[in-house]
C-alpha cells in the first residue's frame, strides 16, 4: 500500500465549477501538507502549504486537512481554463524545506472546459 | 529571474551510453534535490544534497550517480542508462531548513532504447 494515494483522475469539469481534489495517507507523522500545480511540460510549482489539522484560504484556492481521518482536500472555487493541470499533494513529517523529505501523491489531472 | 535550470530537456539515447543532465540554480539555496516522475508512481528522489560535496541517497538511487562541486550545480549522472531510467526526471533546490519549498526545473524527458 502507497503511503499516499491519490485518484489520477482525468476529472473533467465546466468553468466555473467548483472543484474537490483529494489525498489519503497512511504514515500518522506527516504534519506538513502541501499541494502542488504541475502545468503539462513544467516542474511542480507550489500552491498551498499547511501545517497539521485544518483550513487555509489563498484566493480561489482552500486547502483542508482533517489528521484525524488521514485526508487532505484542496478545493479550487470558480475553475478557469487556467486552472487545467496535474495537482500533486506532498506530505512530509517536518518542514517543505531542504533536506525533509516529501512524499508525492500521483497527481490528478483537472481539464476545466469552457 | 529565480530559477531551477535542466540541460537537456529532451534526450533519446540507447543503452549504455554514458549521459549526464545538469542541474543549475541561481538562488544560492544549499539544497538540491533529483527526483523521477513516472505514471502510477508519483515522484521519487533520487539523491539529494544537503550542501557543497554533501550528497545522500533517496529512495531510488540505483544506476544514478551525483555530484555536488559547486553550490549552484547538481548533474545526474548515469554511467551506463537502461530502459527502465526511461523517465522524467526533475531537479529542485531550497534553503536547507525551515518551510520554505523546494523550486523544482522544468523537467528533462529521457528516452533510453
Known amino acids: 500500500q502507497k503511503e499516499v494515494e491519490q485518484d489520477p483522475g482525468p476529472l473533467s469539469v465546466p468553468e466555473g465549477a467548483i472543484v474537490s481534489l483529494n489525498c489519503t495517507y497512511s504514515?500518522?507523522?506527516?504534519?506538513?501538507f502541501m499541494w502542488y500545480r504541475q502545468y503539462s511540460r513544467k516542474g511542480p510549482e507550489l500552491l498551498m502549504y499547511t501545517y497539521s489539522s485544518g483550513n487555509k484560504e489563498d484566493g480561489r484556492f482552500t486547502a483542508q486537512v482533517d489528521k484525524s481521518s488521514k485526508y487532505i482536500s484542496l478545493f479550487i472555487r470558480d475553475s478557469q481554463p487556467s486552472d487545467s493541470a496535474t495537482y500533486l499533494c506532498?506530505?512530509?513529517?517536518f518542514g517543505a524545506g531542504g533536506g525533509n523529505k516529501l512524499t508525492f501523491g500521483t497527481g490528478t489531472q483537472l481539464k476545466v472546459e469552457l | 529571474e529565480a530559477q531551477v535550470t535542466q540541460n537537456p530537456r529532451y534526450l533519446i539515447t540507447v543503452t549504455g551510453k554514458k549521459l549526464t543532465v545538469t542541474c543549475s540554480q541561481n538562488?544560492?539555496?544549499?539544497?538540491m534535490s533529483w527526483y523521477r516522475q513516472d505514471p502510477g508512481l508519483g515522484l521519487r528522489q533520487i539523491y539529494y544534497?544537503?550542501?557543497?560535496?554533501?550528497?545522500d541517497k533517496g529512495d531510488v538511487p540505483e544506476g544514478y550517480k551525483v555530484s555536488r562541486k559547486e553550490k549552484r550545480n547538481f548533474p545526474l549522472i548515469l554511467e551506463s542508462p537502461s530502459p527502465n531510467q526511461t523517465s522524467l526526471y526533475f531537479c529542485?533546490?531550497?534553503?536547507?531548513?525551515?518551510?520554505?519549498?523546494?523550486?523544482f526545473g522544468d523537467g528533462t524527458r529521457l528516452s533510453i532504447l
Open positions: 506532498a506530505m512530509t513529517p
Open positions: 538562488m544560492n539555496h544549499e539544497y
Open positions: 504514515n500518522s507523522a506527516f504534519q506538513y
Open positions: 544534497s544537503m550542501n557543497v560535496e554533501v550528497t
Open positions: 529542485a533546490s531550497s534553503v536547507d531548513t525551515g518551510n520554505q519549498p523546494q523550486h
